[in-house]
T-cell receptor, first 116, second 113 residues
Framework: KAGVTQTPRYLIKTRGQQVTLSCSPI?????VSWYQQTPGQGLQFLFE???????NKGNFPGRFSGRQFSNSRSEMNVSTLELGDSALYLC???????????????FGAGSRLTVL | AQKVTQAQTEISVVEKEDVTLDCVYE???????LFWYKQPPSGELVFLIR??????QNEISGRYSWNFQKSTSSFNFTITASQVVDSAVYFC??????????FGQGTRLTINP
């Protein structure tokens, strides 16, 4: 069974540009959550999508957005990149949404974004 | 509000030593779930264990054991007879009624040969 696949694994952008990251969940999983990981702030929740609907959103500016397609694949977009957006972006999928308390998230290896 | 505190930023021990990673959580909910994840250098978070708030039984899985104490709001993780392959960053996490998984800052564990 394939795991959570994130592409690209590494990318370098310059300030002001935008970036799109992709996440393919485990087959059959309908929920995709995104997290940002930085040395200073740790792991912070960005948003969760379930059946193409955003279920929950973290405390990030509107430059961060996402969507989910009918096949459960998800993309997140960051516009007008800032130096502080440099981070590891982790995607996680689960069978049920995060509303299901016992739900276990399975994470991908992440997309490491460097903003110059 | 949900909060998870892992006071130990880094721990370094010699192989075969036992090591305990501390985790203290805060929540106002009576129903909640606690997790431990391991993050090796490759980057992905690997699920280790989940505990719900109504189950205070300790758990042992091979060299790993977890001690859940509601009285002190702690969910500590012990590795017995540590091995070099245990080197990683370990995260404790909490999910309550706010419905999103909140992580602690992580503990970087280094096992030296």
């Amino acid at each position: 069974k394939a795991g959570v696949t994130q592409t690209p694994r590494y990318l370098i952008k310059t300030r002001g540009q935008q970036v799109t990251l992709s996440c393919s969940p485990i087959s059959g999983h309908r929920s995709v959550s995104w997290y940002q990981q930085t040395p200073g702030q740790g792991l912070q929740f960005l948003f969760e999508y379930f059946s193409e609907t955003q279920r929950n959103k973290g405390n990030f500016p509107g430059r961060f957005s996402g969507r989910q397609f009918s096949n459960s694949r998800s993309e997140m977009n960051v516009s007008t990149l800032e130096l502080g957006d440099s981070a590891l972006y982790l995607c996680a999928s689960s069978l049920f949404g995060q509303r299901s308390g016992a739900n276990v998230l399975t994470f991908g290896a992440g997309s490491r974004l460097t903003v110059l | 509000a949900q909060k998870v505190t892992q006071a130990q930023t880094e721990i370094s021990v010699v192989e075969k030593e036992d090591v305990t990673l501390d985790c203290v959580y805060e929540t106002r909910d009576t129903t909640y779930y606690l997790f431990w994840y391991k993050q090796p250098p490759s980057g992905e978070l690997v699920f280790l264990i989940r505990r719900n708030s109504f189950d205070e039984q300790n758990e042992i899985s091979g060299r790993y054991s977890w001690n859940f104490q509601k009285s002190t709001s702690s969910f500590n993780f012990t590795i017995t007879a540590s091995q070099v392959v245990d080197s990683a960053v370990y995260f404790c996490a909490l999910k309550d009624g706010a419905q999103k998984l909140v992580f602690g800052q992580g503990t970087r564990l280094t096992i030296n040969p």
